[in-house]
Nanobody, 127 residues
Framework: QVQLVESGGGSVQAGGSLRLSCAAS????????MGWFRQAPGKEREAVSS????????YYADSVKGRFAISQDNAKNTVYLQMNSLKPEDTAMYYC????????????????????WGQGTQVTVSS
């Protein structure tokens, strides 16, 4: 059974930093895309970042480019999202997602392309 467990959320002031972690179990790591999405109250889920675990290629939403960094530790089956220069508009529930093997993956920023989701971790940024 595939499990994705996020951690690292919390409350910070604007300008602060947080690092989210997503630990995958029951999942054949490598040759897949892992993504981070977020959803604020009353808003649709939006893509934040994605990484190809087979080679490290990364993708970022325009809203977080230059502030967030996605990385992976293949030995730990874990993906990270380092979030710097946080803004109040970054406040949301952040979800980790795991996609199918690379040949079956569509556009990495489409939530429906991902098969498995974590339970989410809350990030709150105060002004």
């Amino acid at each position: 059974q595939v499990q994705l467990v996020e951690s690292g959320g919390g409350s910070v002031q604007a300008g602060g930093s947080l690092r989210l972690s997503c630990a995958a179990s029951g999942y054949t790591y490598g040759n897949h895309y892992m993504g981070w999405f977020r959803q604020a109250p009353g808003k649709e889920r939006e893509a934040v970042s994605s990484i190809y675990t087979g080679g490290g290629t990364t993708y970022y939403a325009d809203s977080v480019k230059g502030r967030f960094a996605i990385s992976q530790d293949n030995a730990k089956n874990t993906v990270y999202l380092q979030m710097n220069s946080l803004k109040p508009e970054d406040t949301a529930m952040y979800y980790c997602a795991a996609g199918p093997p690379a040949p079956y993956m569509g556009w990495v920023f489409v939530a429906d392309e991902y098969n498995y989701w974590g339970q989410g971790t809350q990030v709150t940024v105060s002004s």
